[in-house]
């Protein structure tokens, strides 16, 4: 049986780049509306995670637990979520209506990509034109319509070139964790950090305003004002934490003195359990 035939999707092994065109339109007239989106996997990025507790209106914290699932990334070792689909026959987006998609402005990034995949290139295989992918699933009538696009277009038209824009630190660390040998494991602490500053804004806020991260690291005043107010200023500056974190590349400094501080209380509890 061919895959059409199985009706399975059809990812030709193709790179398209910004300047490849398609033809294709999604709208609620063509009869196969919704369908792609049940029975799929929805890899989450931490700015569509902002977009849709937002849209919510809840904590970052309860969208995880409520609509979200963990996983070990394939060949990274690194936490991310998808979506939590709904326990019904067709494992549907809990956010799809026979009308459509009810947060449809704030909505995934792999949503907004479709009919269309990025493909993950090493760290140094890395091209800056961008390295995509044609998804064809014979149920999709959407391809039968007249609209053509580059891929260009289609980015900027579902506004998935910001989305890529505010994700870039995130999705540069893991494709260069990737390409880092499997022997070189992080520690589950530096993957717990790695969870949170990338999924949990609440959290990492906490994080850094009420632990003793600010008596470690000698962050500029401007800096701090900025990612106090505005989320997507402490999402990129949790991404340049990470980076440092995990590579020790990047301009954190820490404050020497408390450093040593904690070291020699490290020391003492160390001495005591002894």
Not at 108 to 134: H, M, N, W
Not at 210 to 216: D, R
Not at 220 to 234: F, G, Q, V, W, Y
Request: proline share 5%; with cysteine.
């Amino acid at each position: 049986m061919s895959e059409t035939e199985n009706n399975t999707a059809y990812i030709p092994p193709v790179q398209l780049s910004e300047n490849s065109r398609f033809q294709f339109k999604c709208h609620p007239g063509v009869p196969c509306f919704t369908q792609c989106c049940r029975g799929i996997d929805i890899m989450l990025t931490p700015y569509d995670v902002i977009r849709l507790k937002n849209r919510m209106g809840i904590p970052s914290e309860d969208f995880l637990a409520l609509y979200t699932k963990p996983h070990l990334l394939e060949t990274t070792d690194l936490p991310v979520i998808t979506l939590k689909m709904m326990d019904d026959e067709q494992k549907s987006c809990p956010f799809v209506r026979k009308d459509g998609c009810i947060v449809y402005e704030d909505r995934p990034t792999t949503c907004r990509y479709y009919p269309l995949g990025v493909a993950t290139l090493s760290y140094k295989e890395q091209q800056k034109d961008g390295f995509y992918i044609f998804i064809n699933e014979p149920h999709c009538k959407g391809f039968e319509e007249k609209d053509q696009w580059t891929v260009s277009e289609w980015r900027k038209n579902q506004g998935v070139d910001i989305h890529d824009e505010i994700n870039e630190l995130w999705t540069d660390l893991i494709v260069r964790k990737k390409s880092i040998p499997k022997n070189v494991q992080l520690t589950e602490k530096t993957k717990k950090m790695f969870f949170t500053a990338s999924y949990d804004m609440d959290g990492f806020r906490r994080f850094v305003f009420e632990s003793s991260f600010l008596t470690l690291y000698d962050i500029d005043k401007t800096t701090l004002e900025e990612i106090r107010s505005d989320e997507i200023a402490l999402l990129r500056f949790g991404f340049k934490w990470l980076k440092w974190l995990m590579f020790k590349e990047g301009d954190f400094r820490l404050i020497e003195s408390s450093l040593s501080e904690r070291q020699e209380k490290i020391k003492a509890r160390q001495s005591d359990v002894s």
